[in-house]
C-alpha cells in the first residue's frame, strides 16, 4: 500500500518545524500534551506518553535514519515509511502511543472525548492550524457527540499507513 501524504505525516511529526524530526520533536510532543492537560510530569498518564513516544523515535530512527546522523529528513522518510507502516510491529506501536495521547485527554477517565477535549488534544499533537471540527466530525461516526477510545486509537494509529485509512481521512487537513 502506498502512502498518500508523506509530506503531511512528516509534517506532523516534525514538530518544532526545523524540516527534520528528531528526538526533541517527540519530548516536545509529550511536553504539549502534558502541559494541556495539566498532567504531573510522574503521573502514570505522563509516564506512559512519554515512555511510547521515546519507544516510538527509537523505532522510527532505527528503521529511517540511513545515515545516523540522529535526524530524519524528509528524504530518509519519504524512501521508507510506505513499508514501515505496513510492520505490525510498528503498528503496535503507533497503537499504544495513540491510546497514551487519548487517556492523557480523557480527563473524566470515561473512555470518550468530547469536542473540546479532542480540539485540546490536536492542538497540542500539531501546531498545524487545520480544521480540528471536521476531524471531529469524521471520527463521532455515531454522532453522540464524544469519540471513544477505540475509534481515536484505530484512526490515529492507521494514520501512516496509506491513503484509504480512516485515519488518513480523518486527519488530512489538520
Ligand atoms: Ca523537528
Ligand atoms: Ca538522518
Ligand atoms: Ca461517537
Not at 515509511?81 to 506501536?93: K, N
Not at 492523557?104 to 490536536?122: E, K, M, P
Amino acid at each position: 500500500m502506498t502512502n498518500a501524504q508523506p509530506q503531511d505525516a512528516f509534517r506532523h511529526l516534525d514538530h518544532n518545524g526545523d524540516g527534520a524530526i528528531d528526538r526533541h520533536d517527540f519530548e516536545s510532543v509529550a511536553d504539549a500534551v502534558i502541559r494541556e492537560f495539566g498532567l504531573q510530569p510522574d503521573s502514570g498518564k505522563a509516564s506512559a506518553l512519554t515512555r511510547s513516544y521515546g519507544e516510538a523515535w527509537q523505532l522510527l530512527s532505527d528503521e529511517l535514519d540511513t545515515d545516523r546522523d540522529g535526524r530524519i529528513n524528509s528524504e530518509e522518510f519519504n524512501r521508507a515509511i510506505s513499508q514501515l507502516a505496513e510492520d505490525p510491529r510498528f503498528r503496535s506501536h503507533l497503537t499504544r502511543t495513540s491510546a497514551a495521547e487519548f487517556d492523557a485527554a480523557d480527563s473524566g477517565g470515561n473512555g470518550s472525548l468530547d469536542r473540546d477535549d479532542f480540539t485540546r488534544l490536536i492542538r497540542a499533537l500539531s501546531r498545524q492550524g487545520g480544521n480540528v471540527n471536521d476531524a471531529f466530525d469524521r471520527l463521532d461516526r455515531d454522532h453522540d457527540g464524544v469519540v471513544s477510545r477505540d475509534e481515536y486509537v484505530e484512526a490515529a494509529a492507521g494514520y501512516l499507513s496509506g491513503a484509504g485509512s480512516i485515519g488518513a481521512r480523518v486527519f488530512a487537513g489538520i
